[in-house]
């Protein structure tokens, strides 16, 4: 017979008998190669000895091979005439099966993953590897469950497993490998008093055609794997909030004075001496500057920092809430503060010392010397206010960055556009612009823009936009934020307004009686929100940005049509 040629089909009744003479063959289980053969034997001789007995290989010659062929009916009439050859034959048979067992436990032992084959009710067998042993620390897996290896006492997460495991061995509309997918894919499990973690995968083992009768497991350590990854994520990570601070090194200040003005003021709401109106009132403060610390730290990545803020105000919003809790709460929020800070410490030290000074360039130096030596004082204070001054596009942009990412965490789909013209303006006003901005975005975004359906049943294109300008008209800045989302329901305000605690109801009734409902938005304690999270926040975001932009003289407007779009316009003098 020539080179690949298959004389044997697993599976399929044997027609003769088959003698290997010369030559080797391969014999196939599965598709996998258990055995390569070149010694005297026989092949398909149980087949034809035993009716329902079909062949339990593919048997096909590796090279050019010398093979005597019997047909079925010769060969039985043979063995009924010499009844010697049954022992002969059985004996060869029994040889050939304990020489591939053999084989197949060799593999096992030296194989670098664990394996475990395990039948339907989770039972594992005889077969499996020693180092998954060593992995379950075990010295005999036959008999056990794998279900009470891998999940140990946790009862419900080990019934879960298991009705999803049998349903590997029912006919189901489902492929193997959909079902697999159900099960645990990565365990953690402690071995010699170390936390290690496994992959898991899945392999059927058919007998027939389409008859699963046990699954073989692979059992994988990818402890050093995920630590690897992990170090990688957090250099990368690292490597992030760096840039973001490159990018914008004023705001970042900014941010880290707001963390320590915050903890500063700590100090007064913990003193017990202080009456319970003063203590509110320490609270209301503190929420405020925290929902500012928390978008603000959303912009330059420190997700630790900003669920710190998040739960911190969480607590300090609680009626009562407990100073115990807060406490704790404000210890993580100073850990993740002082991180903030060392982040600094990884800045080229010369480029640190520029970010934390003021930088003027070779031409803006000597303009400055020259104003000195002639002793022009008042040109000279405005050159270095000029110096001192920061480009108002720096206020937003991050925002279009911002914007997808929120619309994500929100399931919906939003483009923000920015346009700004070149404007400087003074230190001092951007930094407490800085702080309290994000909440224009935050809430067109959440607020505004209504959920891709809602848009689709209305008429509208399913992305919704923010437009985002920033320009000066007549020594102002005018900086403005307009959604095409739902615009403001004044009835809703209205009623949401009188159903709350703590909110001036005569002021609320003017305010409304005067079509100004708009502005019930930016009463302290208001939020237009049910379900408060990190992105609506506590009612304090509108209220902090009306608070910050008085504080530097200017004033807040809103301009909306219910259904169609909202614009609220924040104009400030530079002067």
């Known amino acids: 017979m020539p080179s690949e040629y ?24 599965n598709d996998e190669m258990v055995a390569m053969i070149d010694t005297k034997q026989c092949f398909g001789e149980m087949s034809c000895l035993i009716p329902s007995q079909v062949a339990s290989a593919t048997v096909t010659t590796l090279q050019e091979s010398t093979i005597l062929k019997i047909d079925k009916e010769d060969f039985l009439e043979v063995v009924n005439d010499v009844p010697t050859l049954w022992k002969t034959l059985f004996l060869q048979m029994s040889g050939r099966v304990q020489s591939v067992n053999s084989r197949l436990s060799e593999v096992l032992h030296h194989s670098p993953q664990g394996l ?80 290690r973690i496994y992959k898991l995968t ?31 994520q957090q250099m990368e990570m690292q490597q992030l909030k760096l840039a973001k601070i490159y990018d914008n090194p004023d705001s970042y200040l900014n941010l880290l004075d707001l963390y320590f003005e915050i903890e500063s003021n700590f100090f007064n709401l913990l ?21 500012n610390a928390k978008g603000l730290s959303g912009l330059f990545a420190l ?60 031409p803006v130096y000597e303009e400055l ?5 002639y002793k022009q004082v008042a040109k000279s204070l405005k050159l270095l206010k000029q110096i001192d001054s920061i480009e108002a596009s720096k206020l937003v942009d991050t925002w279009v960055e911002q914007g997808g990412k929120l619309a994500d965490q929100l399931g919906k789909s939003v483009i923000v556009k920015v346009k700004s013209d070149y404007l400087p303006i003074p230190r001092e006003i951007y930094s407490e612009l800085d702080k309290v901005l994000i909440h224009f975005l935050r809430n067109a ?62 002021l609320v009734k003017d305010l409304y009686d005067n079509k100004e409902a708009w502005k019930i938005l930016f009463l302290p304690g208001f939020s237009s929100k049910e379900n408060l999270s990190d992105i609506s926040g506590r009612g304090v975001g509108l209220d902090s940005v009306k608070t910050e932009v008085e504080k530097l003289g200017g004033l807040v407007e809103c301009n909306s049509e219910k259904g169609k779009f909202t614009e609220f316009v924040i104009k400030l003098p530079l002067n």
């Open 202 to 232: 899945y392999f059927p083992c058919y007998e027939g055609e389409d008859n699963i009768v046990a699954i073989d497991i692979g059992v994988e350590d990818i402890t050093m794997q995920r630590e690897l990854e992990m170090i990688n």
């Open 271 to 291: 003193e017990d001496a202080n009456p319970e109106e003063q203590v509110l009132k320490e609270a209301a403060y503190l929420m405020r500057r925290l929902h």
């Open 303 to 362: 997700d630790e920092m900003k669920s710190a803020c998040h739960n911190l105000e969480t607590s300090l919003s609680a009626k009562p809430f407990s100073l115990l809790d807060v406490e704790k709460k404000h210890e993580i929020f100073k850990d993740e503060a002082q991180k903030a800070r060392g982040l600094l410490q990884e800045i080229n030290e010369e480029l640190r010392r520029r970010l934390l000074g003021v930088c003027m360039d070779r």
């Open 445 to 506: 975004i959440d607020h505004g823009i209504e959920d891709i359906d809602v848009r689709r049943e209305q008429g509208k294109s399913e992305r919704g936009e923010v437009e985002v300008n920033v320009v000066e008209n007549q020594g102002c800045l005018v900086f403005s934020v307009k959604d095409d989302g739902a615009g403001i329901d004044s009835e809703k305000i209205f009623e949401k307004a009188l159903s709350k605690d703590g909110i001036d109801k005569k």
């Open 369 to 373: 010397c020259g104003l000195l030596n």
């Open 6 to 29: 298959q004389f044997l089909e697993q599976g399929a009744s044997a027609t003769a008998v088959f003698f290997l003479k010369s030559g080797a063959v391969k014999v196939v289980v």
């Open 116 to 195: 475990v084959k395990v039948n339907q009710e989770g039972v594992i067998s005889k077969d499996y590897s020693i180092q998954c042993a060593r992995y379950f620390n075990e010295s005999n897996l036959t008999g056990l469950k794998i279900q009470d290896l891998l999940f140990s006492k946790d009862e419900e997460r080990k019934s879960n497993w298991f009705d999803y495991y049998q349903l590997l061995f029912s006919n189901h509309m489902m492929t193997f490998d959909d079902i697999s997918q159900l099960l645990d894919q990565e365990i953690s499990l402690e071995n010699e008093g170390e936390k």
